[in-house]
């Protein structure tokens, strides 16, 4: 937990990515439940969005040829617009971002009413159907949506964290300040199978509550091989071993790959962070 953000100071472990997001989405609605606000079952998330394959993440998933041969699917799901500036929707052939794509999330907590929603899904940068980096002031836009109508923010880092944007977490590295973050594939490099999902002391507060826990578990979470490989690609993730990317970020451990470290490498792949960012004349 040192390395997450300060705010982050609890985890709950699982498998893999879409047991981290099934479980956000859980434990936002017991959250909730806890607090008073038993109403608030429904999460959002983006069109084209991917987040998995059990039936909760797969609801939220926004890519409707993977959802539609298993529906119906859990009830509560909501889409709103993507952030593409290519293709916006509301302002892609205006001459400047007017964050329409952001309001388009609280137009949803209004038109299902907010009492009945309980958390909102986001990538950092969303990777299904492209790479789509958020317009500047995204996400504190939609941190002031989701606090105004007492909805919870998830950061679903699953290809996000671990250096994969140039920070430890892709909330920090695009300004979010979320209230979980769920996590999977670069939290053991992949060498175990390891998932989770961190909560802010605000969502883990009505659980620490003796009469209160989580009503959740998994067979394997957590499974003490896999924290051992993690704990092992944290520490050379922490110590600066990794490959460093193009602009100096990091971005996971080597395994037999080859070695893009190379000035050459770095004109043929001039991304910063492995995902983000192609800068411009240093493109192929
Ligand atoms: C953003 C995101 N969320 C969730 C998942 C699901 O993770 P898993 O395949 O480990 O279940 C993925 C998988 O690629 C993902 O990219």
Redesign the pocket.
Known sequence: MALAPDHLNRVFFTT???EA?ESAWKLARQYHRARGEPTRFKAIARNVA????TMG?LALTGVESIRSPFEPLTPGAIHVENANRYRCAFCSSGPACTLACADDIERAILREGPETVAAVFL?PVQ?AGGCFTPPPGYFERVREICDRHGVLLVS?E??CAFGRLGEMFGCQRVGSTPDMVTM?KGLTSGYAPL?GVMVSDRVAEPFVDPDEMFLHGITFGGHPVSCAAAIANLDVLEGGGPPRTGHGTRGGVPCGTRDARGPADRRRHPWDGLLLRHRAGEGP
């Open positions: 893999g990515g879409s997001v991917y987040h998995g394959t993440a990538e990777n679903d699953v290809i999977a998932g």
